[in-house]
């Protein structure tokens, strides 16, 4: 899989499950096509942390972890939806 980002929005950190977040962007990703999901870690320059995210190939929707643990907003790209199962996934601090 490769990814191509461009583009950058504010979110707050609280995010809710089953809420939407659009960001302006520019996603370019080619998925294996056996291949459910695929995980990408995002680098946020502004924290220095990486957040691991899910990416379903299906919608190209992104699965953020929860919680993100700081206290600023986080620059992130893309357009995602906060799933049911998004709290199965830990970010790496």
Known sequence: MSLNLKGCGMIPC????GSSYE????????FQSDS???SAD???S???VY???LITPENLCWTLPCPVKTSKYVKLNGNFTIPENAFKV???M
């Open 14 to 17: 609280k995010l809710e499950i």
């Open 23 to 30: 960001i302006q962007t520019t996603l370019e990703a080619n």
């Open 36 to 38: 459910l999901v695929q």
């Open 42 to 44: 995002i680098y946020l």
């Open 46 to 48: 502004d924290h220095n």
């Open 51 to 53: 957040i691991p995210l």
């Open 90 to 92: 830990s970010a790496k």
